[in-house]
C-alpha cells in the first residue's frame, strides 16, 4: 500500500558522523530504514534514516516532528528519542533520528508467531502502551500518534516481566494541528473510519488500540478485507474498509473461550465507528480495562463466598468520597447540589444520619421534557457513588404469562438486595407504574401492587430508587408516599450556565475554530434541551467536515438556526405548573 523502500542506505560496520557504528539492520518504517547501532559512548541504540524521497516533499520541521514530540513525552512506556540530525553520504544529505534500543521484538512479531496471546498477556501489554498514550493525549497540546499499531507497539524483555512501549511518532501531530491534515495516514486496517476524511482526534488512536487489542485476543482483526483483490489501489482499499465495517464486529469471546463479556463490551466500545459512543482518549480506555477487570474479579470472588455459605459484604461497593460522576454533567448545579446534599451525604454517612435521626432516602423522581437528561443524570449518579446499577424500562417487566410480570419484579428486587448496595433506575415510571384509578384491569393493578410494595423501604436492604418521567401525571399518587419516593425533582432545559457548559461539552476534543462565541449559542438556545444541542454540535462538525475546515461559529449558528427546539413553550408551562403545584390535578 505504499512505496517499496530500497535498503541499504548503511552497510555494516559503517559509521554515522563518526559516533554511531552500524551493527545490523532491523527493518523498514513508512518514512525510511531503521539500524541497529553503537553509539560510542552511550552504547547500543537505534537509528531511523529518512528515505530521500519523502525528506523532498517535506520540510525539516516535518522530519524532526517526532523527535520535538517525544522530547516532551520521558515515560517507561513510550521509546525515548536522544537526537536529531543529519549525515552526508554520495553527494546526499540524510536526516536521521536516534532513539533507546529495546531488546525485545514488535507485538506483530510476537503475533506472527503465537497468533493469538492469552487474555492476561494481552491486558498487559494493552495497558503497558495505553498507559504511555495516555500521557502523550493528556499534554497541554494533545498529541495524537496517528499510527497504533502491532508494528509501533516493541516488547522490551531486558527485565523479568515484558513491558510494551509505544513508538514510532513519526506520523504524530500535538491536536491543534489534525484538523489541517488533507490525507489519510497510517495503516490502513488499523486506521478510524474518520481519519479517511483527514480528521483526526484523541478518540481515532483509541480505535486503533481497539483493534490492537482485539487482534491480541482473537489472533483475526475485527473485520475481514480481501486486499488482494484491491491490488495496492487506495482508494478500492478505503472502500473497502468502510463498506466491511458497517457490520459491527463479533465480540472477542467468540474466539476466545477466557475473555467474559465484561471486556467485550470494552473492546466494542473502543471499535465503535459512531464518535460519540467511543471512548474519547486513552485515559478512558485504560479505566475502562481496569473496571472490567475489577468487575470480573468481584464476581469471582463472590461466587467463591456464595460458595462457602457466606453473606456477601458490602465492602466491594465503596462510595467515593469525591466521585468523577457528576463532573460529566454540564451545569445543573442545582440539581447536583440537590442530589449530593439530600442523597449521597445520606448515603456515603449512613450511620451519622442515623445518629441524629435523620432517615436515609428510599428513592427519588426525576421529571421533565424529554431530552433533559434524566437518564444520564442517574447514569451520572451511580458513577458517583459506586453502587451496583439496574436501569429498568416497561419492555424489561413484560410478560405473557398469568403473574409473569409480578415475578420479574420480585427478581429484579432480589438480585438488587444481593448485589447491595444497589440502584434501581426506573425509567419511563409512568408506564410501570400508572395510576389505578384509570380503570385498569385486574392484573395490571396486581403488578403496580407489587412494584409499590417492593419499593417501600427497600433502602433498609441497601436498595435506592431513581424513577425518571416525562409524564408525571399519569404516574400512581402512592408512588410520593414516604418510604417510596422521598424527593422530587424537577429536571427542566438547561439554563444560560448549563448551555454554555454543554456547548463546550460536546465541542471537547473536536477540531474548532478560534471564534466561537459560547455565550452567542448558549443565548439563542433557550428552551433547547441537551439532546437538541447535542444534535446541533453533530449537525455543525458534519458541515465542517464536509469542508474539511475547522468547526466554526457560523457552522454552530447555521445548525442553530435550521433546528428548533424540540420541545414547546406549552410544554414547558405544563412541566412548570406540576412543579409549583406539586400536585397530579391538571
Known amino acids: 500500500m505504499g512505496a517499496t523502500i530500497k535498503a541499504g542506505i548503511l552497510s555494516k560496520g559503517e559509521k554515522v558522523l563518526d559516533t554511531y557504528e552500524v551493527q545490523s539492520l532491523i527493518g523498514q518504517g513508512a518514512f525510511g530504514e531503521v539500524y541497529k547501532v553503537k553509539h560510542k559512548y552511550l552504547g547500543v541504540q537505534v537509528l531511523k534514516v529518512f528515505r530521500q524521497e519523502y525528506v523532498k516533499n517535506t520540510d525539516i520541521e516535518t522530519v524532526t516532528s517526532e523527535a520535538k514530540i517525544l522530547s516532551k513525552l520521558t515515560h517507561p512506556n513510550i521509546v525515548r528519542v536522544f537526537e536529531t540530525n543529519t549525515f552526508k553520504k554520495d553527494e546526499q544529505t540524510y536526516f536521521f533520528i536516534t532513539m533507546g534500543f529495546v531488546p525485545g521484538e514488535t507485538l506483530a512479531q510476537l503475533l506472527k508467531r503465537k497468533i493469538q496471546l492469552p487474555v492476561p498477556i494481552a491486558i ?9 498514550l495516555r500521557l502523550a493525549h493528556e499534554q497541554e497540546f494533545p498529541i495524537v500518534h496517528r499510527d497504533i499499531s502491532p508494528d509501533n507497539i516493541l516488547l522490551s524483555y531486558e527485565s523479568e516481566k515484558p513491558r510494551a512501549m509505544l513508538s514510532d511518532f513519526g506520523l504524530a501531530q500535538s491536536f491543534d494541528q489534525v484538523s489541517s491534515i488533507s490525507q489519510a495516514a497510517g495503516k490502513y486496517p488499523y486506521m478510524a473510519p474518520e481519519c479517511f476524511w483527514g480528521t483526526y482526534l484523541l478518540t481515532s ?30 482508494e478500492n482499499i478505503m472502500t473497502m474498509i468502510i463498506v466491511a465495517r458497517k457490520t459491527p464486529p463479533r465480540p472477542p469471546s467468540l474466539y476466545c473461550d477466557t475473555c467474559d463479556e465484561k471486556l467485550d463490551e470494552v473492546i466494542l466500545k473502543a471499535l465503535s465507528t ?48 469525591k466521585g468523577k460522576g457528576f463532573d460529566e454533567i454540564a451545569g445543573m448545579n442545582e440539581i447536583k447540589d440537590i442530589l ?34 434524566k437518564t444520564f443524570i442517574a447514569e451520572r449518579f451511580a458513577d458517583e457513588v459506586e453502587y451496583s446499577f439496574y436501569q429498568i424500562k416497561p419492555s424489561d417487566l413484560a410478560s405473557t404469562y398469568i403473574h409473569g410480570t409480578q415475578e420479574k419484579i420480585g427478581q429484579l428486587f432480589r438480585e438488587a438486595r444481593k448485589k447491595a448496595p444497589s440502584i434501581i433506575f426506573i425509567d419511563e415510571v409512568d408506564a410501570i407504574v400508572p395510576n389505578r384509578d384509570t380503570h385498569m384491569d385486574h392484573g395490571y393493578a396486581s403488578e403496580v401492587n407489587e412494584f409499590l410494595a417492593q419499593m417501600t423501604e427497600c433502602h433498609q436492604h441497601g436498595i435506592f430508587i431513581i424513577a425518571a ?83 466554526q461559529q457560523r457552522h454552530l449558528e447555521g445548525a442553530i438556526k435550521q433546528n ?23
Open 205 to 234: 488512536d483509541v480505535f486503533s488500540a481497539g483493534i490492537v487489542f482485539y487482534r491480541m485476543l482473537t489472533g483475526i482483526m475485527p473485520w475481514e478485507y480481501d486486499f488482494e483483490s484491491a491490488r495496492d489501489d487506495v
Open 124 to 132: 498487559t501489554i494493552q495497558n503497558d502502551f495505553l498507559t504511555g
Open 564 to 586: 428548533p427546539s424540540s420541545i414547546s413553550e406549552k410544554q414547558i408551562q405544563k412541566y412548570e405548573k406540576f412543579k409549583n403545584s406539586r400536585s397530579f390535578e391538571y
Open 274 to 321: 459512531d464518535l460519540e459512543n467511543r471512548y474519547r482518549n486513552a485515559g478512558e480506555f485504560l479505566e475502562a480495562i481496569k473496571n472490567s477487570q475489577t468487575q470480573t474479579s468481584i464476581s469471582k470472588q463472590a461466587v467463591v463466598e456464595n460458595e462457602h455459605g457466606e453473606h456477601e459484604t458490602t465492602k466491594r461497593h465503596k462510595i467515593k468520597a
Open 340 to 373: 449530593y446534599q439530600d442523597v449521597i451525604l445520606p448515603l456515603s454517612e449512613k450511620e451519622l444520619y442515623e445518629q441524629y435521626k435523620v432517615s436515609v432516602p428510599n428513592g427519588i423522581m426525576l421529571y421533565g421534557p424529554p431530552g433533559c437528561g
Open 469 to 551: 418521567t416525562n409524564a408525571p401525571e399519569k404516574i400512581d399518587p402512592a408512588i410520593l408516599r414516604t418510604g417510596r419516593i422521598d424527593k422530587v425533582v424537577y429536571v427542566g432545559p438547561p439554563d444560560y450556565e448549563a448551555r454554555v457548559e454543554m456547548f463546550k461539552l460536546y465541542l471537547r476534543e473536536r477540531p474548532i475554530g478560534t471564534d466561537i462565541d459560547y455565550e452567542t449559542l448558549a443565548n439563542m438556545t433557550r428552551n433547547y434541551v441537551s439532546s437538541d444541542i447535542k444534535f446541533i454540535t453533530n449537525e455543525a462538525s458534519k458541515n465542517a467536515l464536509k469542508e474539511r475546515t475547522k468547526i
